[in-house]
Structures are given as structure tokens and as C-alpha cells.
């Protein structure tokens, strides 16, 4: 008796400027790999904001991790508990169910990359990037449309009693 041994899977080698460039609300989302790429199991992108610009108000995901790392410039990053500044070299890891948002609160361009596992969570921006090229506006409704197809939620800090 022959075991069949499945075709083995080739290794991916992405160049500088192969990926998909989805530019929503003003950011510009280049992802390098995505589910087509990686059999679902993750996405990577690189993306880039402009000075004051929102690249997601806070918000919760139930169905992936989102893991962010600032290459240049410098990101206020929302992690549940307030905004805090990170530049080069940071890392926010926003796991299933941590609320994290993002923007540009600086004076120059930032960039940073985004890793998605699972990856799925591209066609969000495919579809925010598709509704708009339709006509549609960005608006807070159109945003929560979208986010709920993919187990994504907006999330509101719970004020706290003073002491």
C-alpha cells in the first residue's frame, strides 16, 4: 500500500510593490498578503495616514486578531483604557474582543504594518473602498453596516463613577 503524499505548497515572495492598495477614508491600506495568498490562515498590510487623519475610531473584533506595528511617524493608539503616543518600534497587540482604534495625531505621516489572523477582515476595507466608488459616503452608519458583516462592533468607553 502507497501513501499519497499531498503537492507540497511553495514558498510566496512578495516584491516592494506587489499588493492590493485600498485607499479608504483617507488611509492607504497596501496589503502584501491576504486570505487568496495564505489559505485564510492570515493578512499582512502595510498602511499610511496623513497627519489628522482617523484611521478607525475604537472598535471591538469578535471574529480576528489585529496585531500593529509604527514604522515611521507616530500613531495615538486607543487600547481601552485612553489613548496612548507610540512611534517606531511599537507594537499593539488587539486581540478577539479588545476594544483599539487608531490615528494620526502627529505633524508628519505615519506608517505601520497590520497583521490579521485570521485574515478575512481585508474584504471590510474591499467593501467600505467599493461602496464608496459607487457614491456612497463615509459616514459612521455605512462604517457600522459594514464592520457587523464581519463581527466587528463600535465601541463606547463606560464612563467611570469618580472616586
Not at 481585508?122 to 464592520?147: C, I, K, P, Q, W
Amino acid at each position: 500500500m502507497t501513501e499519497q503524499i499531498p503537492d507540497r505548497v511553495r514558498a510566496l515572495l512578495r516584491r516592494p510593490q506587489d499588493g492590493e492598495l485600498i485607499d479608504v477614508a483617507g488611509v492607504e491600506h497596501f496589503f502584501r498578503l491576504t486570505a487568496e495568498h495564505t489559505g485564510g490562515r492570515f493578512a499582512f498590510e502595510e498602511f499610511s495616514l496623513a497627519p489628522g487623519i482617523v484611521g478607525a475610531r475604537p472598535h471591538v473584533h469578535d471574529g480576528h486578531d489585529e496585531y500593529f506595528y509604527v514604522l515611521d511617524g507616530e500613531l495615538t493608539l486607543h487600547t481601552g483604557d485612553g489613548e496612548t503616543a507610540a512611534g517606531p518600534g511599537c507594537l499593539l497587540a488587539a486581540t478577539r474582543g479588545t476594544p483599539h482604534g487608531f490615528r494620526n495625531a502627529g505633524h508628519v505621516p505615519a506608517r505601520a504594518l497590520c497583521l490579521y489572523t485570521p485574515a478575512g477582515y481585508e474584504n471590510y476595507f474591499r467593501d467600505v473602498h467599493a461602496a464608496v466608488n459607487a457614491g456612497a459616503s463615509v459616514t459612521d452608519d455605512l462604517l457600522a453596516e459594514f464592520r457587523g458583516r464581519y463581527r466587528t462592533t463600535s465601541y463606547q468607553a463606560t464612563p467611570q463613577p469618580p472616586r
